[in-house]
């Protein structure tokens, strides 16, 4: 069934266990959670990023139905849900598995989309779909917790806090929190003061989120995903950073061919890789083989001109291939 992200507080959540949280705000995703829904399950929270949990499905089933691993009651978070996980739900839903939430978050679902369709349908199931906010919910979020420390703050104020934290609702939180602490020690708050206390919303280094990806390390690339809301421009960049990577190290595999010591290979790179760089560059070489290069790069091109067509659902593209390509197959040098 449908429920507006605005009547989710008042929806009776005893009665479904199965709750899909869906599109582009996802720090109000993040938000529904932690106030609405942790409360009801202040322990035994256990969260999974969908990829993983495919990857260990016979774990997750003996997790779920073996009663003695947990205590009564189970809330499990699953990240970056898809069509691929709505098998494994209909299976619970239909064996009848007590003493269970379970949240899917995800971002944007076209209408065509099997699991929404499904959520959306069944009686035994919530969907909820989160989408971008206005200036004028954010100012007014951000009014009321100054106004809840009777601390008095100017328009200029409430803008610069929108404008550096990109308009997303974490980053809002986590900047207010800043300036909350250094107004409690003086009691008022300038805008100059904000300028100094706050940073510009930057997100995790992408060189690192695509250096990670590129050495298949699956648990930081999923952390640096969990921890960044990207948007189209953003995403753009982190494929046009994969482009230049792949290409050097294309350039590095084949010189590997013939010269077989690769501290000569790397030392010999031109621009020169920096001696940082050199194990994770090390470590990339190992991971992919030259066919798997050559097919990634033509990959990252037709995916940037699918993103620029479809920028609504962009997170979505370039999730999935990040998270494809963790799976792909290793070859050593």
């Known amino acids: 069934m449908i429920i507006k992200s605005t009547e989710i507080k008042f929806f009776k959540k005893d009665s ?45 089933r003996e997790m779920i139905f073996n009663k ?36 899917l978050k995800t971002g944007t679902l076209e209408k065509k989309s099997k699991l929404r369709n499904y959520f959306e349908k069944s009686k035994f199931t919530v969907i909820s779909a989160f989408y971008e906010e206005n200036y004028q919910s954010l100012s007014l979020m951000i009014e009321k917790k100054f106004r809840e420390k009777q601390i008095a703050i100017s328009n200029e104020i409430i803008n610069l806090i929108i404008e550096r934290s990109k308009g997303d609702r974490i980053n809002i939180a986590n900047e207010i ?22 940073n510009l919303s930057e997100n995790h280094n992408i ?25 189209t421009e953003e995403n753009i960049l982190i ?40 194990e994770i560059v090390k470590q990339q070489l190992k991971t ?23 920028n609504q659902i962009s997170d979505q593209i370039l999730n999935n291939f990040i998270l494809e390509n963790l799976k792909s197959t290793n070859s050593a040098i």
């Not at 098998?87 to 619970?92: G, R, T, Y």
């Not at 010189?255 to 940082?276: A, D, G, T």
């Not at 992919?288 to 479809?310: F, Q, R």
Request: glycine share 2%; aromatic share 8%.
């Open 207 to 231: 060189t690192e989120l695509v250096d990670q990806n590129l050495s298949k390390n699956k648990k930081k690339t999923i952390n640096i995903l969990n921890e960044n809301n990207l948007n």
């Open 177 to 198: 929190e800043k300036i909350l602490s250094y107004a409690k020690k003086n009691n008022k708050i300038c805008l100059e003061d904000v300028i100094k206390l706050t």
């Open 68 to 103: 003695s691993f947990f205590d009564d009651k189970k809330f499990i978070i699953i990240n970056r849900a898809s069509s691929k996980i709505l098998d494994i739900i209909q299976e619970l839903i239909d064996t009848k598995a007590t003493d269970l939430k379970i949240i």
């Open 239 to 278: 494929l046009r950073t994969f482009l230049n990577k792949l290409k050097k190290l294309k350039n590095l595999k084949i010189n590997l061919e013939k010269n077989k010591n690769i501290e000569q290979v790397l030392s010999s790179s031109k621009p020169p890789i920096f001696w940082k760089d050199k």
């Open 288 to 310: 992919l083989s030259l066919t798997e290069m050559k097919y990634l790069i033509h990959k990252v091109n037709d995916l940037e001109l699918e993103i620029k067509k479809n």
């Open 16 to 60: 479904i266990n199965y709750y899909l949280l869906y599109g582009p705000n996802a720090g109000l995703i993040e938000e529904t959670i932690n106030k609405i829904f942790k409360p009801i399950f202040p322990e035994n929270i256990f969260k999974y990023d969908e990829i993983d949990l495919l990857d260990n499905i016979q774990y997750f």
